[in-house]
Every structure is written in structure tokens, then in C-alpha cells.
């Protein structure tokens, strides 16, 4: 598929990335679907997390992902999910390539200033739970 699904995460937004962040990745030649900025609720982090519901940092990612607001995009290019997850980097920071949006703006394995769909199947769903098909244009 030619779609991902991205949400710049709590701490990006208010360390003020979010800006550089979508600059980024407009530059990087995907055209965004959708947008919008939203907070998750407990319940609706755990919903999307849920495929982590028995490892161990659950219950902080879930805090983490409801603790202020997010910008959810739905983006597309060309191998849109594997592309977009070489430009964002490794989970961890500290093991990210050098250029990549981790390794310039996140703070730790917990806190890595944005998510990145990690399948086209995924995608679709996660794009599903943030967007009507009235807002992707
Ligand atoms: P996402 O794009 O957010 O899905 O990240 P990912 O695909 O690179 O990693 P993964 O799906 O394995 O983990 C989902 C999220 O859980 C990560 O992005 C982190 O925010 C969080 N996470 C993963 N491992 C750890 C960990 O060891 N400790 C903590 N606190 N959080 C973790
Ligand atoms: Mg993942």
C-alpha cells in the first residue's frame, strides 16, 4: 500500500517539535490525507496500544500516550509504512541512525516523539480509529 498512519506523541508536542516534525516529513515527500490534533483518553491509548497489553511498559505507555495532546496523520507515498519507518528510526533513540526524526527529537525508548504504523494492515486500522472517511482528502 502507498498509506501510514503517524501520531506525533506527547512529548514532541511539548518540547515544540510538532512543527519541525511535519516540516519534516512534508519534505520528505508525503502528502498528508489527514490530520488533526486530538488527546487520547486512558481507555482510547489502550485500545491502540493493545497489542502491548502484556509487556511490562503497558501501563506507562498508556499513561504517556494520554498525558497531553497528539497530532494524528494519515500519509501517503510510495511504500509509505517502510519508508516511514527508516525516517523515523529505532524505537530507541540512542540506537537510531543519525537523520532520523528519533535521533533528533526524542528523548528516550518511552518518550520517542512519534509512532509509525508497522504494517499496511495496521495502517489501515490505525488510520480507522483516528479518521472518518469524510476527513482523509
Ligand atoms: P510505535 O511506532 O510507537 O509503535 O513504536 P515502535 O513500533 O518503534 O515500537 P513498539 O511498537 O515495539 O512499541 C510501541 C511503543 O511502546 C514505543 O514507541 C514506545 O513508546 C513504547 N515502548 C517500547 N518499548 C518500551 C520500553 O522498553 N519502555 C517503555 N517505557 N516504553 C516502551
Ligand atoms: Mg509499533
Same mark, same amino acid.
Given at each position: 500500500?502507498?498509506?501510514?498512519?503517524?501520531?506525533?506523541?506527547?512529548?514532541?508536542?511539548?518540547?515544540?517539535?510538532?512543527?519541525?516534525?511535519?516540516?519534516?516529513?512534508?519534505?520528505?515527500?508525503?502528502?498528508?490525507?489527514?490530520?488533526?490534533?486530538?488527546?487520547?483518553?486512558?481507555? &482510547? /491509548?489502550? +485500545?491502540?496500544?493493545?497489542?502491548?497489553?502484556?509487556?511490562?511498559?503497558? #501501563? =506507562?505507555?498508556?499513561?504517556?500516550? %494520554?498525558?497531553?495532546?497528539?497530532?494524528?496523520?494519515?500519509?501517503?507515498?510510495?511504500?509509505?509504512?517502510?519508508?516511514?519507518?527508516?525516517?523515523?528510526?529505532?524505537?530507541?533513540?540512542? &540506537? /537510531?541512525? +543519525?537523520?532520523?526524526?528519533?535521533?533528533?527529537?526524542?528523548?528516550?525508548? #518511552? =518518550?520517542?516523539?512519534?509512532?509509525? %504504523?508497522?504494517?499496511?494492515?495496521?495502517?489501515?486500522?490505525?488510520?480507522?480509529?483516528?479518521?472518518?472517511?469524510?476527513?482523509?482528502?
Amino acid at each position: 500500500s502507498n498509506r501510514t498512519f503517524t501520531m506525533i506523541k506527547p512529548d514532541a508536542m511539548k518540547s515544540g517539535h510538532a512543527g519541525a516534525i511535519l516540516d519534516r516529513i512534508i519534505k520528505e515527500g508525503y502528502r498528508i490525507v489527514a490530520l488533526k490534533m486530538t488527546r487520547l483518553s486512558e481507555t &482510547k /491509548a489502550g +485500545e491502540f496500544y493493545a497489542v502491548h497489553k502484556e509487556r511490562p511498559f503497558y #501501563g =506507562e505507555l498508556v499513561e504517556f500516550m %494520554s498525558s497531553g495532546p497528539v497530532i494524528a496523520a494519515i500519509l501517503e507515498k510510495e511504500n509509505a509504512v517502510n519508508s516511514f519507518r527508516t525516517l523515523i528510526g529505532a524505537t530507541d533513540p540512542a &540506537k /537510531a541512525d +543519525e537523520g532520523t526524526i528519533r535521533k533528533q527529537f526524542a528523548a528516550s525508548v #518511552g =518518550e520517542n516523539a512519534v509512532h509509525g %504504523s508497522d504494517s499496511d494492515e495496521n495502517a489501515l486500522i490505525e488510520g480507522d480509529f483516528f479518521f472518518s472517511s469524510l476527513e482523509r482528502i
